[in-house]
């Protein structure tokens, strides 16, 4: 997890940004005074002219944060390494609005990992969705499970699914996202 500026920030360059819930694009000037409201997982979510943006962890130079280091597996890697490593890489995926990671909110239906025929590689299939139908952001979570899932060694090929049956519900939270939300 990124530290979280108490003071609020002066942007070093323009920002690509998503507007949240939206998903709108949008370029957030230099020099601009943003509040980092969650940084975790490798993104962040500023608070700026009285709205909130996603910023990608690649621009967290700009925010004068450091950008997360690449997953690593063992040079013997077991399916079960992976799978694992697989998992971990979308704890680190986020709500924007939500700080709970995708995975303690049960918004992750489905991870298949199958070997690539005569290769060490793999193809991971990901089924998700979001808390809402509507959420403007869906495919942005989804981007983003994709490229976190694609930088882990030997998986070549990742398809990301977003569905929305069934409809998500608070029940789909594990016992330590109801308690992280207050509703234990």
Do not use: H
């Not at 530290?3 to 998903?23: N, S």
């Amino acid at each position: 997890m990124f530290r979280i500026d108490q003071q609020p920030v002066a942007l070093t360059r323009d920002l690509e940004a998503l507007t949240v819930p939206a998903g709108i694009p949008q370029v957030l000037p230099k020099g601009s005074i943003v509040q980092i409201t969650q940084a975790m997982g490798g993104s962040f979510t500023v608070y700026f002219e009285g709205n909130l943006y996603r910023v990608a962890g690649r621009d967290a130079d700009a925010l004068g944060q450091e950008e997360v280091g690449l997953p690593e597996l063992p040079p013997d890697a077991t399916d079960a390494n992976v799978e694992d490593l697989i998992w971990d890489q979308m704890r680190t995926v986020y709500d924007p609005e939500i700080p709970i990671n995708i995975v303690d909110l049960g918004l992750v239906y489905e991870c298949r990992i199958e070997r690539v025929p005569g290769t060490d590689l793999r193809s991971v299939y990901i089924q998700m969705t979001v808390t809402a139908p509507g959420c403007g952001m869906g495919q942005v979570l989804v981007e983003d499970v994709r490229q976190k899932v694609k930088l882990i060694p030997t998986v070549q090929n990742v398809e990301v699914d977003l569905v929305f049956d069934p409809p998500w519900n608070q029940s789909m939270m594990s016992e330590a996202a109801l308690l992280q939300a207050g509703l234990l």
